[in-house]
């Protein structure tokens, strides 16, 4: 066809294909690597060479649970064992507070159910004093740093000893001292400041760096692409993290990556070296952070890594997934469960068995169980124990300024 | 027109809900004209996460019913692109907070286009959002914007109180070839109302008197609107009768209800869910008394939220939303003041 035909014919609009709900078949996850098969490039390798891995992905354990291949990153057993109680911990935390919204002890919860190896294993391969800027599914970060779970849940219930005084919704933690900056309900934002943050630290010629992150849905936000652009320019010491967990509440991943073939490859177009993980191997996600948080200790700039996984779950309690999503599909997941994969790897190194599993298991359940017993003793956001109205103005401003000051005496009255 | 002649409900037409009636104004748009088509983040396969697009796609499939990724700008930038070359698109914003994120395109652009472009552009983009606090959703969540978009030249603003008027001003948007943004608020999805089967519009910039009354004045739109009216039948009781102004369209505003009403009852309050230091109330106050100054016993009254964000937890979101009984004490406010100097 010449110019002058192709331009006498009818435009049509592509439509992402998506086949959804319970009678259509599970999305396929694309490019998947064997363990051990991709290489593991030098910290300042060619950013196009990097570029070349863009449809591989690194793992390390094999089906056999055997670790293998460059990115093993050698953890001793007890590390190992304790990267495993992170993620059961997680899992039975998030299993906790499930229960108390079903039993109307909270408003709003959202789990990160069959992504625990990805906020768990980063946090441990990271310095405490680096600073997070999370989404709402990073709960393994605060927990994993040891961050008090009670406080998480006396947040959650909105309590009388809720740290952020009955103003966030629930799961949005903050907690300075734990390098997690507050979470966004607004998509994305955090991404650009997690880049500033990091600039500044290079700017202070202080020696933390910043890990910001985002669901590969909030990818498609202006603000993603102006953080690579920032990050690429001033090579700001940032690891840039990309959840792809394959759904954005009822829109399948392919919609937010176009018709690029993975997340990894938005990271070329800025020069950013990117890696494409697989998100439920902890050894994995272990490797690949201690590589990207050694480029930017090195000040050899950002780096881009895009963490394959499933949202397991409903997107948060306000969400009904049986409209939309495949049926089957955690079954039909090719890179199987986190716990499960770590699990099978103790085992196979004979540093775990089934009795071990089953006593840490009840060990956590009673942590938890413990823990919220504690924190719904102060109360919920259902039995009123919460903030003193007068509260409301406090932290508006730096300083309580007058006009506020009458309106909160007002309150108090 | 006048507001006498917006068209009622008969008495005995069936219920529907808010929701319902903002889904059947949206299908019965895109059912009399193909140029209608619906874009937003999960308004397809899902029909919105407040369902107010509950089996849009089903009946008009995925190129009239658009999932799109997660960028408002983008969303915004659609809806003008489409919206130039002719076609009537409705975009969505879900929560009334991301319009901030979509500021630009919805300020600086959809509303000032026509103008740059020395008229020779027509916009008739609907931007539909849902508003609002009272459902602990916390600072990001639960916002009511209004007041902003009101403040820029080219944009209409719409805010229902009720099903009834939802489905007719939702026709009334979508057929306007001026922006609007259209805004439901998330705690009245539920509210049940009769509604006409057929199709019918109510004009833009045209308020309602929800109830006569003779005593004082209320103004508000949106939820506020619907608790005025429980508030005035509580006031009822005490012996005061207020008449109630459901403004509907906030831009342009309908000023003339609002002062031929004050001009009757002498006494005014204004109650809105947001903010009340720089609110829309400020505005409708500021126009009641330049044009019946001589006419008020008492100056304009405001009832508004305090000037702190949306807080989550609802011993303090319950403490800030105005609720019924705060618009009464700022009617009974109103109306206690003495006739001095006169
Ligand atoms: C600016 C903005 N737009 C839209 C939303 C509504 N929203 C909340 S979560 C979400 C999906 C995000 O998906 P993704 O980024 O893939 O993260 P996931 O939930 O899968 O972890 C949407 C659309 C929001 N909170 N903020």
Redesign the interface.
Known sequence: MDGEQVGQQALRLHIPDTERGPGAEPPEVRFISAAGEMRRPELDEPVERIALMRKQMVRVLDDDGAATGPWDPQLTADQLRTGLRDMMLVRAFDARLLQAHRQGKISFYMQCLGEEAIACAHKRALHPADMHFPTYRQQGLLIAGGYPIVQMMNQVLSNEADPLKGRQLPIMYSSKEYGFFTISGNLATQYVQGVGWAMASALSGDTRIASAWIGEGATAESDFHAALLFASTYRAPVILNIVNNQWAISTPEDFARGASATFADRGFGYSIPALRVDGNDYLAVYAATRWAAARARGNLGPTLVEWVTLRRGAHSTSDDPSVYRPAGEASHFPLGDPIANLQRHLVTLGQWDDDRHAALSNELDAEVAAAFAEADAHGSVKSGHTADPRTMFDDVYAELPRHLREQRDQVGR | MSAADVPLPDPGEREITYVAAFIEAVKLEMAADPDVFIAG??V????G?FHTFDGVQTQFG??RA?????????IIGLGIGAAVTGLRPIVDLMFM??VL?AADQIANQAAKLKYMFGGQAKLPLTITTVGGAGL??????SQSLEALFCHIPGIKVVFPSNPYDVKGLMAASVREDNPVLFVLHKRMLGQRGAVPVERYEIPLGQARISRPGSDVTLVSWGKTAADSLVAAEQLAGEGIDVEVVDLRTLSPLDIGTVVESVRRTNRVVVAHEAVR?GGFGAEVAAQIQEEAFDYLDAPVGRVAA????V??????ET??VPDPARIAAGVRAAVARPLLGR
């Open positions: 983040e999960d397809g396969a899902h029909g996460v995925e190129r658009v999932d799109t990724p997660i960028s408002e700008q983008a907070d991301f994120v602990s959703a916390a600072a990001q969540h230091f305090p000037f702190s964000p807080p989550f937890t609802p011993a303090l403490r800030y």
